[in-house]
Nanobody
């Protein structure tokens, strides 16, 4: 059983930065970040592959968000810079026990964290 615990959300002004953390028990696994804004479906944000550390991003966050991982700490980070009001959402980390390419489909993930709120004011 994998447990995921997110932290680092909060309120920030547009143009500001936040760093989310996702602490995980158990490995190896691929980890993705998703977000869900009010009234919208949960969407893929970024993912990192366990083997090799290759990263993947949705187009709207490329160049602004960076996903990384510290394998020694079993922690994945999402550094969010140049935040925009449209980035406001609950952010979730998810894990999939796989060494392959991390999926962008949320239904393919096996474990989920509880979510952390990110609010970007204009």
């Amino acid at each position: 059983q994998v447990q995921l615990v997110e932290s680092g959300g909060g309120l920030v002004q547009a143009g500001g930065s936040l760093r989310l953390s996702c602490g995980a028990s158990g490995n190896p696994f691929n980890v993705g970040w998703f977000r869900q804004a009010p009234g919208k479906e949960r969407e893929f944000v970024a993912a990192i592959r366990w083997s090799g550390g290759r990263t993947y991003y949705t187009d709207s966050v490329k160049g602004r968000f960076t996903i990384s991982r510290d394998n020694a700490k079993n922690t994945v980070y999402l550094q969010m810079d140049s935040l925009k009001p449209e980035d406001t959402a609950v952010y979730y980390c998810a894990a999939k026990r796989s060494l392959g390419v991390p999926p962008m489909d949320l239904h393919e993930y096996d474990y989920w964290g509880q979510g952390t709120q990110v609010t970007v004011s204009s």
